[in-house]
């Protein structure tokens, strides 16, 4: 881990550091890896791997470059989805109800816990120490490992160091294989203290469930899509303008004020022009006379004229 910097373009510190990673189809190859540590000012912590060289792309720049991803990749995304309210379920909404049976598995897989837990006092105690000095024996490894280099995938170190590391890591396995004897004595044990760990986690959060009316919900799942699609082309080929614009076309175009007038043969949409919005209505006017070149009709026939009062 390198020295610690500032994050140009937020409240953060920043670490340089390497990571090593082993070859999962060679064994023993080791690769160096770049890795740029977050310590956001708020506590959250966050770790990104990058191949981008640090002699040319600094920290900061990494840590940009990352988080530029949301504005031009998934921020359009999520601003359809608040066009057309994907997020929400139609039908009845979001009733909840309980789910007894859920409910009653998790007191049992509670009370099965409790019990092995019970039964395996004594060799969950002693792998508890075991795990205490593995710890140790890890952090000694780790201290050991960055004193030296990797080259060609191979480690590099002095004859010292590297009998030293030999002896830890003969020390970690040791301590590995006691506590997996330990486990290998009681395994039907440990096996169903797992199995109801397992089980019990998967049902956290799962004691209500969500009432819908799935058919309608469907529905009009594809009459959003259908309509998200609809304004996203709209906005590209006539108001030439991206796709984070959906906010600006639901306020300015879409809830302006107008007027319908219908005849036989015709129907004329008159807008409402938006004094304050100059830039925004010249754009419209402009994007309706290429609507209306496509000649728009109703399902009975009538002709679309849209214009701007």
Known sequence: MGAAERYINGEATLYDCEIELKDSKEKDYLIIVRAVRIEWDNGKNTILLTSLPSDTTGTS?????????????????????????????AGYGKQLA???NVREKQEELKASIKESKQVLKKPLSEISRETATLS????????????GGVKDGKRIQNKEDEESLNVCEREIAKVQRRIKRIEKKH????????????????LQGKEVVYKADVELDQILTYFRVSL??????????????????FTTLMQSVLLSDGEIEETTKHRKVVLKRNPKKPAIMEKLEMALAKLNALSPCTLSGKHYHFSLS
């Open 187 to 202: 395994e039907k044990e440990f096996n169903k203290l797992k199995r109801c760990e397992k089980n019990w986690l998967h």
């Open 136 to 147: 140790d024996c890890i952090r000694q490894e780790h201290k050991l490992r960055i004193r």
């Open 98 to 100: 309980d789910d007894p």
């Open 228 to 245: 998200a699609n609809m304004s996203a082309y709209f906005l590209k080929e006539f108001l030439q303008m991206g796709s984070l614009s």
């Open 61 to 89: 720049l990494v840590v940009k470059a990352y988080f530029d991803r949301w504005p031009l990749e998934e921020l359009s995304f999520r601003s359809m989805k608040g066009f057309v309210s994907l997020h929400r379920v």
